[in-house]
């Protein structure tokens, strides 16, 4: 009896430690990157190359953050124009990210619980747009925006970056609403309460989740993106986060302390945004996959 126990039990222990065998092994591969550049951001040019980390705490230095925020690095005197770049990045996400969530709330309201004709079908129409990738759409967009007048402006590429996030927002948005009871907004209704006192008063509480999960997405997107900000942005003083730190790239050699000290000074703001919705973050993924 004493060895079936063991065989019954040798499966699911062999389970537990190939998990946490897999679980750390992934820790390692995505932290190791992360301390890798956070110590190339506090060396100086010359020890770059020397080790792969610190030989000695000695050779920690943090004037690598103080010549970013000062905008000119003595190496060649690169010039980062940080302090810009984060406003221009900054303006852009934040009214891109508010108008894609106040759009997609209400569209998905609308898809979810209202009925009209071609629901379905404009559903589907907004969902093709997550299948189009940005590359294809860079020529025409150019156009356009020199068209409407509005080239080499922030808003040349505030609109893009709603028209591209809106889609996934609207997806999520609607399947979490479908998974709120029909019954809950009928008593509403019965109580006198129209659609807009429905949306503020009763489903919007309800909707921190996937308010959440959708602010962390945009704001990680626009916040990174380099492509369409590269073709429609052409003056300097324009410029985001991601073009402004691929000036320190050089034809023949990269001072990659200094690349590494702007890209750490860039994460940090999508790293407060995800611990300020990390609880929410989940929930709202896994809220409209279930219906009752």
Do not use: C
């Not at 998905?108 to 071609?118: D, E, I, T």
């Not at 309800?206 to 052409?234: C, D, H, R, T, Y």
């Not at 000036?247 to 690349?259: A, C, H, L, R, S």
Request: hydrophobic share 55%.
């Amino acid at each position: 009896m004493f060895k079936n126990k063991l065989k019954v039990n040798r499966g699911p222990i062999a389970l537990n430690v190939f998990e946490y065998i897999m679980m750390y092994g992934w820790l390692l591969i995505v932290v190791f990157p992360f301390a890798w550049i956070l110590s190339l951001s506090l060396r100086k040019t010359q020890g770059v190359f020397k080790n792969l980390f610190f030989q000695s705490f000695h050779e920690i230095t943090f004037e690598n953050y103080f010549y970013l925020f000062k905008g000119e690095f003595p190496y060649r005197k690169i010039q980062i124009f940080f302090i810009n770049a984060f406003k221009n990045s900054f303006i852009v996400t934040t009214v891109s990210v508010i108008i894609i969530i106040v759009i997609a709330l209400l569209a998905g309201y609308a898809f979810a619980k209202l009925k009209f004709f071609g629901r379905s079908a404009s559903f589907y129409f907004i969902l093709a747009g997550m299948m189009i990738p940005v590359q294809v759409i860079m020529l025409p967009l150019f156009r356009i925006v020199k068209i409407i007048g509005i080239q080499n402006s922030l808003l040349s590429i505030i609109l893009p970056y709603i028209a591209i996030g809106l889609p996934l927002s609207i997806f999520l948005f609607t399947g979490f609403f479908k998974n709120i009871p029909d019954a809950l907004i009928e008593a509403a209704k019965i109580e006198g309460a129209n659609n807009f006192q429905i949306l503020t008063k009763i489903i919007l509480p309800l909707s921190k989740p996937v308010i959440g999960a959708n602010i962390i997405f945009q704001f990680m997107f626009n916040w990174n993106e380099f492509s369409l900000a590269l073709v429609l942005l052409q003056k300097a003083n324009l410029y985001t986060l991601p073009i402004e730190i691929t000036k320190v790239q050089g034809q023949y050699m990269t001072p990659w302390n200094i690349f590494a000290t702007a890209a750490m000074a860039a994460i940090i703001p999508v790293i407060v945004i995800y611990l300020i919705f990390q609880k929410q973050f989940v929930s709202g993924l896994t809220a409209g996959a279930i219906k009752e």
